[in-house]
């Protein structure tokens, strides 16, 4: 499945909630699941403060593909990273580096990326690029 | 004294009637910026429709009909805070403007040396911290805090040992944004004074809920904001002791704030001008007269009052909860704040923004005075006249279910 595809998945799931509510719990739900990232890996270097909450990433490349560890504070920012991470995970730096990440402004979620506004949503987006670039440096 | 009736204040603000996520809008954000009232709005519209034109020695109609209107809405400010003379009004972008003005004009004065200590308190907010760290750091003068007891008031105690004849200026705010404490302005000021320190008081919390009596407070400064006392944003008062308005310097330069130029020697405007350079707000600063008139006609004293029902009960309502923590003290001002343990503050704020409650999350522009409680935020519900008890009532509901959620 390309990146397009698996986002259009998250989307479609998405879109069997009708009510708000549901939606957040399933999201809230996608965060607690995400793979447990490491505490000794929880470092500043590793840490992207946002406005309001906090979000530390680890990225890795092996054998062409990416590798996303995240963790939050907020169970909500978590949940957003987790749809992150399904969607980037395993994918080659090169399709990370120029996938369309907008698809997180239809999610019907509140959280969005912003170029203006210094979330941790965007700032990871961000990172999570540059970790991609940095592959295809090493 | 007859009470509010928030209903009735609520018709004159349309921004409120509408709905958020389907769900009537609740704005309990009030300490970020209140919402306008019609008059206010109307205020501005009717200054373009009508006497637009730039103040002060025009020679024609419209110059003249502008400047009074502005002139006079600095006597209606003067009067609000009951200050003796309009002179001591200055109007500035706002208070993070007016404490800059002063921070600035007292750096090129010959009333501080290296070796002086300013005083802040441990709750002030950024903007009443980082332009006296400035200015400490460009004269080698140092900044000593009043600490915050666990209640989330000042200790006084310490504050009286930390005054000393180097002590040039003491600087707090009146009631504090972050947890709604009332700061007692009174001992404060008065204490400074005898060692010879000048006091600056920030109000941006306090104009809005009381009425302010500045020759009762004594102090040589006072400073708010027209957005968060239902005026317009970008607008904001600096009150000045007249004599010491004519000893300090100007901070900018530019019209309005001289007397003569000649390419040798600039003499500089008498106070308030002095201190205006350019060309001010107008509309803004008639605006602010508006809204003080607002105030004025429901009366303060009954916006104190419902304010503090509605503060006292959302209080009762929160302290209900399991795993609370709830700052400041029991008589806080126009604002609450809190946390539950093990649950983020920006998670309940986002969910409570899906029903329609417009809170703050954050470290409220106070990082120190969070630090100082070990956490990174708060959630904070903050009140203005139109706020009801049927608002606070269910929001009393809507963080159940957001915590339902999160558990």
């Keep these: ?138 | 004294m007859s009470v509010l009736d928030p209903y009735q204040i609520r018709s004159d603000f349309p921004i409120l009637n509408q709905e958020i996520n389907g769900k009537p809008l609740v704005y309990f954000d009030n300490a970020a910026t209140s919402q306008k009232p019609l008059c206010v709005l109307d205020s501005s519209r009717d200054y373009y429709e009508r006497i637009n034109s730039n103040i002060h020695r025009g020679v024609h109609k419209l110059s003249q009909a502008a400047t009074a209107a502005h002139e006079a809405a600095r006597e209606t400010i003067a009067k609000h805070l009951n200050s003796t003379r309009p002179e001591e009004i200055i109007f500035t972008s706002g208070t993070t403007d007016s404490i800059n003005l002063v921070a600035s004009a007292l750096g090129r004065s010959n009333l501080l040396k290296a070796g002086d200590e300013i005083i802040v308190s441990g709750l002030e907010h950024h903007s009443n911290t980082v332009p006296w760290q400035m200015l400490c750091e460009r004269l080698g003068i140092t900044l000593k805090i009043i600490p915050v007891l666990d209640d989330g008031t000042l200790d006084l105690e310490i504050f009286d040992q930390l005054l000393s004849e180097k002590t040039k200026l003491v600087s707090v705010n009146h009631v504090s944004n972050a947890f709604g404490t009332v700061n007692n302005i009174i001992h404060i000021c008065s204490q400074a004074r005898k060692v010879g320190a000048l006091t600056f008081v920030d109000g941006a919390q306090s104009v809005p809920h009381f009425s302010i009596d500045l020759q009762l407070l004594n102090c040589d400064f006072y400073a708010f904001s027209a957005h968060k006392v239902y005026g317009p944003t970008g607008v904001g008062i600096l009150f000045g002791k007249y004599d010491l308005l004519c000893e300090l310097p100007p901070w900018r330069g530019g019209g309005e704030m001289i007397k003569d130029v000649t390419f040798e020697k600039t003499t500089y405007n008498e106070p308030p001008f002095k201190f205006e350079a350019g060309t001010p707000n107008i509309e803004g600063g008639i605006a602010l007269a508006t809204a003080l008139a607002y105030v004025n006609n429901l009366g303060i004293a009954k916006i104190t009052v419902h304010e503090n029902k509605l503060i006292r009960r959302a209080a009762e309502i929160l302290a209900d909860f399991d795993k609370i923590t709830l700052y400041g003290p029991d008589d806080r001002t126009g604002a609450i704040s809190f946390n539950f343990n093990g649950i983020h503050h920006y998670d309940l704020g986002t969910l409570l923004d899906q029903m329609g409650f417009a809170l703050r999350t954050g470290h409220h522009c106070c990082q120190p005075l969070m630090a100082r409680f070990g956490m990174t935020g708060t959630l904070r519900a903050s009140f203005a006249a139109y706020n009801t008890l049927e608002e606070v009532e269910s929001f009393g509901e809507a963080l159940k279910k957001a915590l339902m959620m999160l558990r």
Aim: proline share 2%; charged share 25%.
């Design chain 1, 1 to 138: 499945m390309t990146i397009t595809e698996k986002q259009q998945e998250l989307l479609d799931e998405l879109d069997l909630f009708q009510d708000w509510t549901e939606r957040y719990e399933y999201v809230i739900g996608l965060g607690k699941k995400l793979a447990p990232m490491n505490e000794a890996l929880q470092t500043s270097d590793r840490l992207i403060k946002g406005c309001q909450s906090q979000v530390w990433l680890d990225s890795s490349s092996q054998d062409g593909k990416m590798s996303y560890l995240a963790d939050s504070d907020s169970v909500i920012t978590k949940g957003m990273i987790a749809l992150f991470v399904r969607v980037l995970n395993g994918e080659s730096p090169e399709d990370v580096i120029t996938a369309d990440l907008s698809f997180i402004d239809k999610t019907g979620l509140k959280e969005h990326l912003a170029p203006t506004r210094a979330n941790a949503l965007t700032l990871m987006a961000a990172e999570m690029k540059k970790g991609a670039l940095i592959a295809t440096q090493g």
